[in-house]
T-cell receptor
């Protein structure tokens, strides 16, 4: 069984300041982890993924996430927020090697960026 | 042209209507998916198709009826829906259903049931 918890439903940051979106997971075996982003009135887009290679994963648009097994966390960060980062972000877990149809999505964190 | 296209983008229907949602992918993928996105809830997988064969059906009510005539097209037929079925319905595709790979999503069809 697997589950994912996004610790904040809403995060607000000022433009130019760091972004931290928190995600904790639970998985019986080695997990694969993803972050997806959904801009208003758009579908979801993959930001980055961890599949048991390097624990620090770099994604698109300057985002990165670090897999910490001891803390069962996969937090998403970005050094400097941009207005275009305002969107909803979803942390996703599955078993390593499992099919794409076995993804478990978090409830999402809405990121607001203040000018 | 976007990779996954959904039509219509918005749909309002009464509980006795019959309507369909359409999804088309231009990525050459073999797997297609329907997801339901409701406010404050995680995405719910409804159906998975691989090369036109259904491989997953997550206990979805029979008032939702999927159809996959070929690997590029996916439909969701709707009939006698309930107000709680109002949601954003997202179509996605992937290279293969058995891969732990990236899902490519359409922009969704926003359904309102009156």
């Amino acid at each position: 069984a697997q589950s994912v918890t996004q610790l904040d439903s809403h995060v607000s940051v000022s433009e130019g300041t760091p972004v931290l979106l928190r995600c904790n997971y639970s998985s019986s075996y080695s997990p694969s982890l993803f972050w997806y982003v959904q801009h208003p009135n758009k579908g979801l887009q993959l930001l980055l993924k961890y599949t048991s290679a390097a624990t620090l994963v770099k994604g698109i648009n300057g985002f990165e996430a670090e897999f910490k097994k001891s803390e069962t966390s996969f937090h998403l960060t970005k050094p400097s927020a941009h207005m275009s980062d305002a969107a909803e972000y979803f942390c996703v877990v599955t078993l390593s090697g499992a099919g794409s149809y076995q993804l478990t999505f978090g409830k999402g964190t809405k990121l607001s960026v203040i000018p | 042209e976007t990779g996954v296209t959904q039509t219509p983008r918005h749909l309002v229907m009464g509980m006795t209507n019959k309507k369909s949602l359409k999804c088309e992918q231009h990525l050459g993928h073999n797997a297609m998916y329907w997801y339901k996105q409701s406010a404050k809830k995680p995405l719910e997988l409804m159906f998975v198709y691989s090369l036109e064969e259904r491989v997953e059906n997550n206990s979805v009510p029979s008032r939702f009826s999927p159809e996959c005539p070929n690997s590029s097209h996916l439909f969701l037929h709707l009939h006698t829906l309930q107000p709680e079925d109002s949601a954003l319905y997202l179509c996605a595709s992937s290279r293969r259903w058995s891969d732990t790979g990236e899902l490519f999503f359409g922009e969704g069809s926003r359904l309102t049931v009156l």
